[in-house]
């Protein structure tokens, strides 16, 4: 297992990101994401290859951020901070 060397600018920023993730309008925004989520991962509105991967493309995106709270908790739980 390789280890990592926390600096300072480390927990600042995850300190920071834990702080963003903490905020009612994130929450908000959570919430709007994961309705685009939805509305993004249904087929019904794919009309045409380029809708699919449009869509595709979307849901990538939506999925990374939706993720980003809890990629945030586990990295802080495996550098100890």
Do not use: C, P
């Not at 990592?4 to 709007?32: C, M, P």
């Not at 045409?48 to 990374?64: V, Y």
């Amino acid at each position: 297992m390789q280890t990592h060397s926390v600096t300072e600018s480390d927990r600042t920023f995850y300190k920071n990101r834990t702080a963003l993730t903490e905020q009612d309008g994130w929450l908000d925004l959570i919430e709007e994401l994961s309705n685009l989520e939805q509305l993004y991962n249904s087929l019904d509105s794919v009309e045409s290859e380029k809708d699919l991967w449009f869509n595709r493309g979307q849901l990538a995106i939506l999925r990374q951020i939706l993720s980003l709270e809890e990629t945030t908790r586990l990295a802080v739980e495996e550098l100890d901070l």
